[in-house]
Nanobody
Framework: QVQLVESGGGLVQAGGSLRLSCAASGRTFSKYTMGWFRQAPGKEREFVAAISWSGASTVYADSVKGRFTISRGNANIAVYLQMNSLKPEDTAVYYC??????????????????WGQGTQVTVSS
């Protein structure tokens, strides 16, 4: 199967930046969508950003548009999430996810097959 491991989370002050990485191992796919989701305690898992298998198409949640950038890696790093101008409301556990063989870009958690363990992002004011 596929294993996904996030890294790069941590504590940052409001206005700061973090770069999350998602390393993939195991089965490889020629075509797959990669996504980032986040979840705060007591809240539902929320879509953040996704990128198509080709990397040509991206979609962002309105709350992060203009601040976050998703990009694909070329080797064992499947996807990055560059987070700039961080706000306290960005505080959450961030998860990377993958689904192979899909057309377009998926934005719903149930559309993804593989998930990482999550990495904590805490933004202080």
């Amino acid at each position: 199967q596929v294993q996904l491991v996030e890294s790069g989370g941590g504590l940052v002050q409001a206005g700061g930046s973090l770069r999350l990485s998602c390393a993939a191992s195991g089965r490889t796919f020629s075509k797959y969508t990669m996504g980032w989701f986040r979840q705060a305690p007591g809240k539902e898992r929320e879509f953040v950003a996704a990128i198509s298998w080709s990397g040509a198409s991206t979609v962002y949640a309105d709350s992060v548009k203009g601040r976050f950038t998703i990009s694909r890696g070329n080797a064992n790093i499947a996807v990055y999430l560059q987070m700039n101008s961080l706000k306290p409301e960005d505080t959450a556990v961030y998860y990377c996810a993958a689904v192979p063989g899909r057309v377009g870009v998926q934005t719903r958690p149930y559309e993804y097959d593989y998930w990482g363990q999550g990495t904590q992002v805490t933004v202080s004011s």
